[in-house]
């Protein structure tokens, strides 16, 4: 039961008729699980909080450093050097006394992830690579837990749930984990702080629409944001691809990988193509149009979400190869021309 304070704490969201008492209860009752109390799991902590979920886990075993700051602001400069499980939870506690947190200042394990995992009904993935992403995705599949994903790079930002009512998981996106040189991440690259905000706290408004019932979620979608151009599309893994004059785009992301791993080329191989043979070849960097200033090897630049309006640029009666710098774009660009282009589709990568 919801004491009198908490009445009084959580009444701008309990008169919302989709939430109302019977969701603040659900909230109330909720277990939540959040993996990296870092730039997602930052914002995502303080508004799950804020809106009272029962029992909060933190899981990170790093501590507060000073370039975390411009983004992880749950943290202060006093707190460089402190764990930052404990420090969060230390935090929290202050902001709402009625939520029950559990700090576990250790990594993520094949040994001690189930037993984790176990103890809640939701799992959020706050990690920043691919090796914790894959074992807290393979945990929740066995554990039959749904999973809230985020992940952010330099300006772009993505969110989907997974595992969610039968639904399909990160594998079914993602097969394999690239290998690590094709892997940059924030501290390589850069990341813009405010993004860590947009995306983690879409990362809280989906898990708690998961906690409440209400509402439409992500899963089976991928819903990716571009902080730099403010654009912002949504793929669907589910269906059939279709194209749209709608904001959303539908994606077959689920073909199977062999089709599209089958079709990639060295760089070597490509520079010697467009060499030799630059009137059957016609090349697409999907990258963003500020990448493709800073490097490219020419041809088409077209943004991969720009990529299902401008079909009608992609020469039919050409060699198609599809370019960006880890080859994950590549690979979803692949799978979007696929039902339109009956010729030759590669896809090649940069690798820096």
């Not at 402190?82 to 993520?108: C, F, G, H, M, S």
């Not at 969610?164 to 690239?178: A, Q, W």
């Not at 924030?186 to 706290?201: A, M, Q, Y």
Request: proline share 4%; charged share 20%; aromatic share 8%.
């Amino acid at each position: 039961m919801l004491e009198k304070e908490e009445l009084k704490q959580y009444q701008r969201q309990i008169i919302l008729p989709e939430l109302g008492l019977t969701g603040q209860q659900k909230l109330k009752s909720a277990k939540i699980l959040i993996v990296g109390a870092g730039g997602l799991g930052c914002p995502a902590l303080q508004y799950l909080v804020a809106a009272g979920i029962g029992t909060i886990g933190i899981i990170d075993a790093d501590v507060v450093e000073l370039s975390n700051l411009h983004r992880q602001i749950l943290y202060a400069t006093n707190d460089v050097g402190k764990l930052k499980a404990e420090t969060a939870k230390e935090k929290l506690a202050a902001l709402n006394p009625n939520v029950q947190i559990n700090a576990y200042p250790v990594r993520l394990t094949s040994l001690n992830a189930i037993t984790l995992f176990s103890q809640y009904d939701l799992i959020i993935d706050g990690s920043d690579n691919f090796k914790t992403r894959y074992l807290t995705n393979d945990t929740c599949v066995a554990l039959s837990k749904p999973l809230v994903f985020g992940s952010i790079l330099k300006f772009e930002g993505q969110v989907s749930i997974f595992n969610y009512l039968k639904g399909p998981n990160y594998r079914d996106i993602f097969p394999d984990s690239p290998a690590a040189q094709e892997a940059p991440n924030c501290s390589e690259v850069g990341v813009i702080g405010i993004l860590t905000g947009i995306i983690g706290l879409y990362m809280a408004n989906e898990a708690i629409k998961i906690c409440c019932e209400f509402g439409e979620t992500l899963s089976g979608k991928l819903m990716t944001y571009n902080a730099l151009n403010n654009k912002m599309n949504i793929f669907n893994f589910n269906s059939p691809v279709k194209l749209s004059t709608a904001q959303e785009k539908t994606i077959d992301l689920a073909r199977p990988v062999e089709e599209i791993k089958n079709g990639e080329i060295s760089l070597d191989d490509l520079k010697k193509w467009l060499d030799h043979q630059p009137d059957q070849v016609c090349l697409i960097d999907v990258r963003e149009n500020f990448e493709f200033e800073d490097y490219h090897l020419g041809g088409l630049n077209i943004p991969l979400y720009e990529l299902s309006e401008r079909l009608g640029e992609v020469p039919m009666d050409k060699k198609i190869v599809i370019i960006c710098q880890t080859g994950q774009r590549s690979k979803i660009a692949i799978n979007l021309l696929r039902p339109f282009f009956k010729g030759e589709l590669l896809h090649a990568k940069y690798g820096l």
